[in-house]
């Protein structure tokens, strides 16, 4: 009971209610923004472009938002951040009624939006710790974590289907609000933190900070700094057959109906909540030194995805095939997910408090850098074998066996 109250705590509540609103009111609001864009503009080359262009600020700034979460009080960046996306929200609703809000105007809201997460992210991320300590650590991260994974799975059906009902100007000042609320409510916070003196001017603080933050993790904690590449690895070679395969799968291989498509979708997603919010009791025996079996698992249940999909199955029909494939890929979506809560949580653990806003930050970084290389390997690896998809999937299953063993504790 001590425990559920810990991670129950009026700080952490109000955290977490904030998350709700900042997290997953960006996410719709930038989904509804991608879909203006591409309305606008009728051209599909503009929306990608536009697509991608504003995601880079979050990989190039992300270890300086974590500098910046370790510099300053994480409560008063939380309020700040949430303020400001008010604003950036307010000024393009004022753009857009002087008919001023053109494709490049709405990138840059995006791009800011996006810059805004990459500190916001690393402080929440820091901040679980202060509020959350002991055993419950690993659930509290889940909780964080699923906020996230819910955020991806509500995004695309309330960003599509409020944008369709009430347009994208009434979703701009309702987004305002809510923003607003959460900052004020994020006021009542209580985060604790240690003022650090400071010798130079801010800019040559935060990059001194930068600096020090990944000499901690490359040659001061070798351990970290391991687990961060291992995550990055799981990143790069294991979860984008799932952003990738799993779509791609659904509907061309199995040509999918909307609806399936939607219930595939729907299935993955889910898996990503319950392996976060679960994440406490999933790993809870799970130790640094026996990691390399948790992933050897998503191994192993790759390998039935990929036979699955092999020609002699599919050819039975559409059920056999699709209950197969997503009865696997629900567990080793859940599993992957666990995985990388845990990772989470050792780091955070292992990390003095002064340093954990810069090491989370690279842990993001270096996560979002490997994610999308992973997803143009795995989109080239697709779109060769459209005909034997069952042949990524096991490309995946052998990358992940390798990362195990990789992962696996020397002698």
């Given at each position: 009971m001590t425990g559920v109250k810990a991670l129950l705590s009026r700080d952490f509540s109000i955290l977490v209610a904030g998350q709700i609103v900042s997290i997953i009111g960006s996410a719709i609001l930038r989904f509804a923004l991608?879909?203006?864009?591409?309305?606008?503009t009728g051209r599909a080359d503009?929306?990608?472009?536009?697509?991608?262009?504003?995601?880079l600020p979050g990989i190039v700034f992300t270890p300086i938002g974590g500098a910046i979460a370790d510099r300053f009080?994480?409560?008063?960046?939380?309020?700040?951040?949430?303020?400001?996306?008010?604003?950036l929200v307010l000024a393009l609703i004022a753009l857009m009624g002087g008919g001023q809000a053109s494709v490049p105007?709405?990138?840059?809201?995006?791009?800011?939006?996006?810059?805004?997460?990459?500190?916001?992210?690393?402080?929440?991320?820091?901040?679980?710790?202060?509020?959350?300590?002991?055993?419950?650590l690993a659930d509290a991260n889940g909780v964080v974590s699923g906020i996230g994974a819910l955020a991806a799975f509500v995004a695309p059906v309330l960003g599509g289907m409020l944008y369709g009902l009430v347009g994208i100007e009434v979703l701009l000042a309702a987004s305002c609000v809510a923003f607003a609320a959460s900052s004020i409510v994020q006021g009542f916070i209580r985060i604790p933190f240690l003022q650090r003196g400071r010798d130079k001017r801010m800019v040559a603080l935060l990059l001194d900070d930068v600096r020090e933050g990944f000499v901690f993790?490359?040659?001061?904690?070798?351990?970290?700094?391991?687990?961060?590449?291992?995550?990055?690895?799981?990143?790069?070679?294991?979860?984008?057959?799932?952003?990738?395969?799993?779509?791609?799968?659904?509907?061309?291989?199995?040509?999918?109906s909307d609806l399936m498509y939607g219930v595939g979708l729907a299935c993955t997603e889910m898996a990503t909540i319950v392996g976060a919010v679960c994440a406490g009791r999933l790993t809870r025996n799970l130790k640094m030194a026996n990691l390399h079996r948790s992933i050897w698992l998503i191994a192993a249940l790759l390998v039935p995805m990929a036979a699955a999909m092999l020609p002699a199955v599919l050819q039975t029909g559409y059920w056999l095939p699709f209950a197969g494939f997503f009865s696997f890929d629900f567990a080793a979506v859940a599993a992957a997910t666990a995985i990388s809560v845990y990772i989470i949580t050792q780091i955070q653990q292992s990390t003095p408090d002064q340093m954990l806003g810069k090491v989370m930050a690279i842990?993001?970084?270096g996560s979002q850098l490997a994610a999308p290389i992973g997803q143009i390997i795995y989109?080239?690896?697709?779109?060769?074998?459209s005909a034997n998809v069952w042949v990524p999937l096991l490309f995946a299953a052998a990358m992940a066996a390798l990362i195990a063993l990789a992962a696996k504790p020397r002698p």
């Open positions: 991608d879909l203006y864009v591409l309305d606008i503009m929306f990608a472009l536009v697509l991608a262009l504003s995601t009080p994480k409560r008063n960046l939380i309020v700040g951040l949430d303020a400001a996306s008010a604003a105007v709405i990138g840059v809201a995006l791009a800011s939006l996006c810059l805004i997460s990459s500190i916001y992210q690393p402080t929440v991320q820091a901040s679980v710790p202060a509020l959350v300590s002991g055993e419950r993790a490359w040659k001061d904690n070798p351990i970290i700094f391991r687990v961060i590449i291992l995550a990055c690895a799981v990143n790069m070679f294991t979860v984008p057959v799932f952003v990738i395969g799993v779509p791609y799968i659904l509907r061309f291989t199995l040509g999918s842990l993001m970084a989109g080239f690896a697709f779109e060769a074998f």
